[in-house]
């Protein structure tokens, strides 16, 4: 979805503010597809700051559907996101051009904001690290792959050190038949 933004952009102290609503059904978060399953109408409010220039702010929530990283089940997370930046028309005098403006005029398509890349890039930023379906979530077995939230399981879940397995074959050595 484009938001044409040439009266906000050639007009000094112009300001514009909106609601409007995407058409987003999934997100790619490293190389993995979520289900979007429920947004809401994302505000806008632009405010020109120079030729060409403008600040935008906003916000909207999702709710995405997830899988735990410890037990993999499913999980619906709620992201609230508020962001602010500057945007950039094709005719905007820059004194300096660095890496982040450039990631701002990504948006942009002439006088034209991509409103779903937008997004989609404050999604990513607002991920979260870990995704739990609780915060003590005990994950699942390493070696029968039950879910230890649910109960224990009778696996020898010993692991020895590698670094001792020296000193055990030293008394592997020494010991009598």
Known sequence: MFINLTEVLTSEDKILSMQTETD?????VGGEVFRILEKSPVRLTFT??????????GQ???IVAMNCDRCLKPVEE??????????????AVLEQMDDEEDDDRSFMEGYQLNVEDLLNNEIIINWPRK?????DCKGICMK???NLN??????????PD???????????ANKEV
């Not at 987003?24 to 790619?28: F, G, N, R, S």
């Not at 709620?78 to 005719?91: A, I, M, N, R, Y």
């Open 144 to 146: 029968c792959g039950r």
């Open 162 to 172: 590698p670094r001792m397995s020296v000193i055990k074959d030293i008394f592997h």
């Open 24 to 28: 987003m059904t999934e997100v790619t």
């Open 78 to 91: 709620k992201l609230t996101l508020q962001f602010s930046g500057e945007v950039h028309g094709p005719d």
């Open 48 to 57: 020109n700051i120079g030729k060409g220039r403008a600040a935008v702010e």
């Open 131 to 135: 995704i739990l379906c609780k915060p």
């Open 60 to 62: 909207a929530e999702i």
């Open 150 to 159: 649910t109960g224990t399981c009778e696996c020898d879940t010993f692991i």
